[in-house]
């Protein structure tokens, strides 16, 4: 066992190229869990991009630790309003969404043009769940991954549409 716990960075390097992960459920530590497997994959000198959505404007003192992790992981957030998506009044949830569609098209391009090893989806799965994204559009999403890509999304929900696209499916629920 090392400083990681049972883990290795090995499991980074082990883990199938092209894989698509979804991390879901209703407790707590999906987007924890995800920025874990980032983790791994920049020990394992492998380049990962997070992008995150739905959360607000990333905080100051979270965005000076996660700097740190470049250039080997870089995060990513397009949310002008601060505080959750769910908690925003009607008007700031219209301008939101225009961010929120900008983020999941630069998702996209990463995607498209394989500009890293992992990309991590943080709270991706919302945008279906808000109307932001159909399913169509994010099923259209998945077809067009590079083939050599580890994508990891997190949500509260899997939408049954992705299913048939997805790797491993990881549930998270709070026992207490």
């Keep these: ?39 791994l994959g920049a020990l394992s000198d492998k380049k990962v991009i997070v992008v ?35 908690d925003l ?26 500009e890293c090893d992992t990309l991590i989806l943080d709270e991706v799965l919302g945008l279906v769940d808000w109307n932001v994204i159909s399913v169509e559009d994010f099923i259209h999403f998945l077809e067009n991954k590079d083939s050599e890509m580890n994508l990891i999304m997190t949500g509260h929900t899997c939408p049954d549409g992705i299913r048939p696209y997805v790797d491993y499916i990881s549930y998270i629920e709070n026992l207490k």
Excluded: W
């Design 1 to 39: 066992m090392n400083y990681l716990g049972r883990g290795t960075k090995n499991e980074m390097q082990n883990m199938k190229k092209g894989t698509v992960h979804v991390i879901c459920g209703p407790g707590k530590g999906k987007s924890a869990s995800a920025v874990g497997y980032g983790v």
């Design 52 to 86: 995150q959505f739905l959360k607000g404007m990333i905080e100051e003192d979270d965005v000076e630790i996660l700097k740190r992790l470049e250039p080997e992981m870089k995060v990513f957030s397009f949310a002008r309003s601060h505080g959750l998506f769910e």
């Design 89 to 114: 009044p009607e008007d700031q949830k219209k301008e939101e969404i225009f961010n929120l569609k900008n983020a999941f098209n630069f998702a996209r391009k990463v995607m498209v043009t394989g």
